[in-house]
């Protein structure tokens, strides 16, 4: 019964152990943020729409700080008019770029053009061994999909880009990575990106670190789940029709029943 007694105990011991030493290798559990939207997984928020001025601060972000090192290949430009740029601003943002065309000019050559919208995001780098080699051998990751990609989402992401510290004295760093709070080994190759007034708003939004980074979120979001909002309406219809539908044949029925009583 003794030694019964001390092996239970010795595993219970055991077990915590070896959670707690997890936990302290692991990286914390991002804190919960409000989103417009209510969260891309969020099964609460069939009401909730994207802010359309937070996406298109967003998109700023995107433009004058990721899109130096990460590609977008999900998006076409004239996706944009979908948060709310008009299509004359959506051909002026395309053309800003070079874009390299498919089809080589009569002497073969392939050459390059101002950018239109039906063109994707263009890519910082010529290939992934390109993006390696200039990002101390990590290549940073296509953002289309990465809220998705990624346990707990937007919030993630948002912990991620304001997560950045002094790497403790007990857990240094290597050379050519940064000390986050919140990347898994705390160890993350991408200086911190954003900065208070790193950038200024064209609405006159204060561009504060958390500001940049929940905008740069909430762009990120919609650009991983660009049907979210209809999906969501076709929710409401359907409950709706649902709805009336039961009132409906209700009706019918004490009207069908209504002799027999
Ligand atoms: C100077 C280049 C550079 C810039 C600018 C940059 N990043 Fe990164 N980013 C990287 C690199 C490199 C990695 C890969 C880091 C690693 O795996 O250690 C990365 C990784 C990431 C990841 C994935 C983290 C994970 O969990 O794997 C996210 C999300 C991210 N960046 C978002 C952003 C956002 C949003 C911006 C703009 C505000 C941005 N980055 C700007 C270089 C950059």
């Given at each position: 019964m003794r030694r019964l007694r001390t092996l239970i105990l010795a595993g219970v011991l055991g077990l915590t152990g070896a959670a707690g030493a997890l936990a302290a290798g692991d990286a914390p559990v991002p804190p919960a943020q409000e989103w417009s939207h209510g969260?891309?997984?969020?099964?609460?928020?069939?009401?909730k729409t994207f802010d359309r001025a937070s996406l298109q601060r967003g998109f700023q972000v995107y433009k004058e700080v990721c899109s130096a090192c990460h590609s977008?290949?999900?998006?076409?430009?004239?996706?944009l008019e979908e948060i709310g740029f008009t299509e004359e601003e959506v051909k002026a943002i395309a053309a800003q770029y070079e874009i390299q065309d498919k089809t080589p000019n009569d002497q073969g050559e392939l050459v390059t053009r101002p950018g239109i919208p039906a063109d994707h995001f263009k890519n910082p780098f010529p290939n992934k061994q390109a993006a390696a080699a200039a990002n101390n051998g990590k290549a940073p990751p296509d953002l289309s999909l990465i809220v998705k990609a990624r346990s707990h989402h937007e919030d993630y992401i948002y912990a991620l880009l304001t997560g950045y510290a002094e790497a403790p004295a007990d857990h240094p760093v290597p050379e050519g990575t940064y000390y986050n709070k919140y990347f898994p080994g705390h160890a993350?190759?991408?200086?911190?990106?954003?900065?208070?007034?790193g950038i200024t708003y064209g609405d006159g939004t204060k561009a504060t670190v958390e500001q940049q980074a929940k905008d740069v979120t909430t762009f990120l979001a919609w650009a991983a789940e660009p049907h979210l909002e209809s999906r969501r309406q076709t929710g409401i219809m359907v409950m709706l029709f649902l709805v009336v539908f039961a009132g409906l044949m209700y009706a019918a029925k004490r009207r069908v029943w209504a002799d027999a009583h």
């Open positions: 969260g891309v997984n969020s099964p609460f928020s069939m009401f977008m290949d999900l998006l076409a430009y004239r996706n993350i190759a991408m200086a911190p990106p954003i900065y208070p007034d």
